[in-house]
T-cell receptor
């Protein structure tokens, strides 16, 4: 089947620390991969995406590389800010309709 | 361009009642998906509508239903509410072009069942 596994949270970091949130996937086809972010009281916002192997998605200092050989799409940021505190969701979509499969989310808190 | 809007934002219902939630997609988006978000289960896919037809369906009981109108607006209905239906219900729309379809989410409707 299709599924996404991401690291358990919560994650607490100091400002300017390096962030990695691990995400691995299982897919019956050839998926596109996404990271979404959810700020408190809001819906999900697309953070970045990658559509084929070795693609790197990037946005707002966040990066993730589509690794087909390890079925992974880990999220990284070199220097986190307090404003990055949110819940991060890894997701995959097969290009057959719009059914997305989401991970359980990783809560990040950045302290000054 | 206006984003995805959902109404109402908050709702309190009693067990056994039914509820209807509404979603207006981004202009030009023809696909609308619904998700249930709970602390224990995370984000779970309910169903997707495209051109007024249900195209994909998740693993939820028949008490959960939906529909889509010709203007792509969608409603979801939950009948015979249970306490476990308390959740944030998220709607997402997408263009549905060939290839990758990003989903754009609304702010959600917070349903509390007492």
């Amino acid at each position: 089947g299709n599924s996404v596994t991401q690291m358990e949270g919560p994650v607490t970091l100091s400002e300017e620390a390096f962030l990695t949130i691990n995400c691995t996937y299982t897919a019956t086809g050839y998926p596109s991969l996404f990271w979404y972010v959810q700020y408190p009281g809001e819906g999900l916002q697309l953070l970045l995406k990658a559509t084929k192997a070795d693609d790197k998605g990037s946005n707002k200092g966040f990066e993730a590389t589509y690794r087909k050989e390890t079925t992974s799409f880990h999220l990284e940021k070199g220097s986190v800010q307090v404003s990055d505190s949110a819940v991060y969701f890894c997701a995959l979509s097969l290009n057959t309709g719009n059914q997305f499969y989401f991970g359980t989310g990783t809560s990040l808190t950045v302290i000054p | 361009k206006a984003g995805v809007t959902q109404t109402p934002r908050y709702l309190i219902k009693t067990r056994g009642q039914q509820v209807t939630l509404s979603c207006s997609p981004i202009s030009g988006h023809r696909s609308v998906s619904w998700y249930q978000q709970t602390p224990g289960q995370g984000l779970q896919f309910l169903f997707e509508y495209f051109s007024e037809t249900q195209r994909n369906k998740g693993n939820f009981p028949g008490r959960f239903s939906g529909r889509q109108f010709s203007n792509s607006r969608s409603e979801m209905n939950v009948s015979t509410l249970e306490l476990g239906d308390s959740a944030l219900y998220l709607c997402a729309s997408s263009l549905d072009n060939l290839g990758v379809n990003e989903q754009y989410f609304g702010p959600g409707t917070r349903l509390t069942v007492t």
